[in-house]
């Protein structure tokens, strides 16, 4: 946190080492946190104002600018403006609860700006399977092999089980039950679930550690991951986006594919396909099922369906 954010600085850190150890938050979470802090700390210090002083007028005027912009920054859409204020209250209860704060929790009344709903984007089950195919390669060069069953494995992996790219990541050898075609995945707060391996996902992964992985563990220092890059350390995570963004273009795909695409696909393709919400919140470890419910959107023609053959005077 830089020194221009003046006494907050100090006070700032405290709150990110405690989310980070105490509340277990994950690095790319804290980091989310950090980047919040630091924009809000230059506002007041612009200001000069102590954030131990700070009133709910002046978190509202933040918020307010966050979307409305500056000529040196584009605003916010109303979202991030909302996940930074989260940021905020979460500082201010943390200062609050630390007897930092010279005027309470100012931040308790100040109103989170409105959000339309978003829908979370799915692919059809057809250009799945074609983005799968595309992640094969063909490829040329070093490692072509590897490449090709590693790349096919990762994206079998997140629409097989829905997990999260950064919980893919950090899968271990010792994570996956092939035997039992369950894999066990660490996420937010380093809350642990078990997913079940569909036949697709567990053939990729069993051919890809059998076949692959060996290869690429050579290149390194013995990692225990999973995924592996080309050097024998833990795939990253530009290199696993830039995985699934190559094949989605290699199959045609025209929207914006991301590995959080398939996560959104896993979770609509098992609505439609019957599975109950509270199923679906357990395999992708939300915490609130109302996360879970904004996927029960989606699916028009399937909810056309439902409703033609459910309803006594829908024909």
């Known amino acids: 946190m830089p020194e221009r954010a003046g006494s907050g600085s100090r006070l700032a850190e405290s709150f990110l080492t405690h989310i980070r150890i105490e509340r277990g938050l994950s690095p790319n979470t804290v980091a989310a946190y950090r980047r919040d802090l630091h924009r809000y700390l230059a506002y007041l210090h612009s200001r000069g104002i102590d954030v131990r002083d700070v009133d709910t007028p002046t978190i509202a005027g933040y918020v307010g600018s966050l979307r409305e912009g500056t000529a040196e920054r584009a605003p916010l859409a109303a979202s991030s403006a909302a996940r930074s204020l989260a940021s905020i209250r979460a500082f201010h209860r943390f200062l609050d609860e630390e007897g930092e704060a010279r005027t309470g929790d100012p931040s308790a009344l100040v109103r989170e700006a409105s959000r339309p709903l978003r829908l979370p984007d799915a692919l059809s089950i057809a250009e799945v399977s074609a983005l799968i195919e595309a992640a094969s390669g063909p490829f040329t060069g070093p490692f ?16 097989g089980t829905g997990c999260r790219i950064s919980e893919a990541l950090a899968l271990d050898v010792d994570d996956t039950g092939l035997a039992d075609a369950l894999v066990r995945v660490r996420g937010k707060g380093e809350k642990e679930r078990l997913i079940p391996l569909g036949r697709f996902a567990l053939e990729a992964l069993e051919a890809y550690m059998t076949r692959a992985r060996p290869t690429l563990l050579a290149k390194g220092k013995g990692s225990a991951a999973i995924f592996l890059g080309n050097r024998g350390t833990r795939l990253t ?21 991301s590995p959080h695409t398939l996560r959104h696909s896993y979770a609509t393709h098992l609505l439609e396909g019957g599975a109950d919400v509270r199923t679906v919140q357990e395999l992708l470890g939300h915490a609130s099922i109302t996360t879970t419910q904004r ?12 409703h033609a053959t459910s309803h006594p005077r829908a024909l």
């Open 144 to 159: 072509a092999t590897e490449r090709a069953l590693r790349n096919r494995a990762l994206v079998e992996l997140l629409y």
């Open 237 to 257: 995570r530009q290199a696993a986006f830039a995985i699934v963004k190559t094949a989605a273009a290699d199959a045609g795909i025209l929207s914006h594919v």
């Open 295 to 306: 996927y029960t959107h989606l699916g028009a023609q399937a909810l056309r369906e439902i």
